[in-house]
Nanobody
């Protein structure tokens, strides 16, 4: 059974940095897209960044130039390096891994940016 474990969230001051990790276990299948999404209170979940199996990346407009998504295939792990954090980045961050036959979501990790 596939399990995803997220880590790295926390409280940081505006302008600071955090690095999120999401590690998958329980499957030897090749993971296609690996992505990060976030949901702030009262708002819809939105895409933050995605990295394809080819390494191609896509970012939401609000994080371009500040966030970097990367992956380590041998560890089935995706990372999100977040720099120059702003209070509006405060949200629960979720990873999503596409195994081809279905998607799996992480449990979510809280990121809070104080002004």
């Amino acid at each position: 059974q596939v399990q995803l474990v997220e880590s790295g969230g926390g409280l940081v001051q505006a302008g600071g940095s955090l690095r999120l990790s999401c590690a998958a276990s329980g499957s030897d299948d090749i993971i296609r897209d690996m992505g990060w999404y976030r949901q702030a209170p009262g708002k819809q979940r939105e895409l933050v960044a995605v990295i394809a199996g080819s390494g191609r990346t896509y970012y939401g407009d609000s994080v371009k130039g500040r966030f970097t998504v990367s992956r380590e295939n041998v560890k089935n792990t995706v990372y999100l390096q977040m720099n120059s954090l702003k209070p509006e980045d405060t949200a629960v961050y979720y990873c999503k891994l596409d195994f081809g036959w279905r998607d799996y979501w992480g449990q979510g990790t809280q990121v809070t940016v104080s002004s």
